[in-house]
């Protein structure tokens, strides 16, 4: 399948990048509800990663990960 072209291999049913692509969409509003949730614990918590994390119920690398992941920048 590397010799086909890209639009090819999307539109193959049952093709990996057709899956990858349609889950990236289907993701999207849950990764940006999950972002706001971040933001919004953050700026309650003046910025501090630690009581966010515990607010949350995660770990604070997780949220440190998360918080890089989406580009999260809260100036505490």
Known sequence: MQALPENVV???PG???SHESHDMDILDP???SEKNT???VL???AGNRSRAAAEL???RSTL???IKRYG???QS
Do not use: P, T, Y
């Open 10 to 12: 999307r539109s193959c």
């Open 15 to 17: 093709s990996l990048m």
């Open 30 to 32: 849950i990764r940006e």
């Open 38 to 40: 971040i933001v919004s």
């Open 43 to 45: 700026l309650r918590n």
């Open 57 to 59: 119920g995660i770990h």
């Open 64 to 66: 440190i990960r998360k």
């Open 72 to 74: 999260i920048d809260i």
